[in-house]
C-alpha cells in the first residue's frame, strides 16, 4: 500500500513496512543513496522505502544484538527508520547514510536499555576456557549461547562497541563515528569488554 501525503500517515506507513516491504521492483533501485535522499529531501516518500528496503535487515539484527529479544528490536528497528525519516533534512551527507542510521539504531538501543531493571541470571561457571579470549572463543558454536548472554550484562556502552567491533566487525573509526566518541575511548571500552567478558566467563563476576 503506498505511503500517504500526511506527515502521520507517511511515518505509520514507514513503520508498518520495516519489516514487511513487499518485494517489488522499484524504479529508484538503480539511484544512489545520495540521489535517494535528495529526492526525500525534497519532499518524495517512496525514495525513502527503497532505503529502508537496503537497510532494514542489518539495522534489525544490530538491534537485535544489542537487546537480545525479537520483538524489542522490531520495535527499535521501526522508530530508527521512524526518527531517520524525520529527521532526514538534518542529514548532512558527512558521513554515509548507513553510519548515520546505525547511530540512530545504536542510540535508540542504549536509550531503551537503560530504561530496563536490571536483571539477575546464574550463568554456567566455564572453567575450561582458562585465559582464552572471548573475542577468539565467540566463533565457537558450543559457547556462542553463553557468551550472548554474558555480552547482554556488558555495561551498555562496553556493550554497544562490542557488538559493532566483535559481531558487526566494524572498525574502531567507524564505531567512533557511529557513537560520537573519540578512537581512544572506544579502544578502552573494547578492552575493558573483552576483560569483563573474560572474568563473567571464568565465573568471577
Request: a positive charge; hydrophobic letters at 35%.
Amino acid at each position: 500500500m503506498p505511503l500517504k501525503n500526511t506527515k502521520k500517515a507517511k511515518t505509520k506507513g514507514i513503520a508498518q513496512g520495516v519489516n514487511d516491504f513487499p518485494e517489488r521492483l522499484s524504479k529508484y533501485r538503480e539511484l544512489s543513496d545520495e540521489e535517494l535522499i535528495k529526492l526525500v529531501k525534497a519532499g518524495e516518500v517512496e525514495p525513502f522505502d527503497e532505503l529502508v528496503r537496503r537497510n532494514e535487515v542489518k539495522i534489525h539484527d544490530l538491534c537485535y544484538k544489542m537487546v537480545r529479544n525479537y520483538d524489542d528490536a522490531k520495535d527499535l528497528a521501526q522508530e530508527t527508520f521512524i526518527k531517520a525519516y524525520r529527521k532526514i533534512n538534518k542529514f548532512d551527507g558527512r558521513s554515509k547514510f548507513s553510519t548515520w542510521l546505525y547511530r540512530i539504531a545504536v542510540n535508540n538501543s542504549l536509550n531503551f536499555l537503560k530504561k530496563q531493571k536490571p536483571t539477575v541470571e546464574i550463568f554456567e561457571e566455564i572453567t575450561s576456557l582458562g585465559q582464552d579470549d572471548p573475542v577468539q572463543r565467540y566463533k565457537s558454536k558450543k559457547l556462542r549461547e553463553l557468551i550472548n548472554k554474558n555480552v547482554a550484562k556488558l555495561p551498555n556502552v562496553q556493550r554497544a562497541v562490542f557488538t559493532l567491533r566483535t559481531l558487526e566487525d566494524m572498525s574502531y573509526q567507524e564505531i567512533s563515528e557511529i557513537l560520537k566518541k573519540p578512537v581512544s575511548t572506544i579502544k578502552v571500552n573494547h578492552h575493558l569488554a573483552v576483560k569483563n567478558l573474560r572474568n563473567y566467563m571464568k565465573g568471577k563476576v
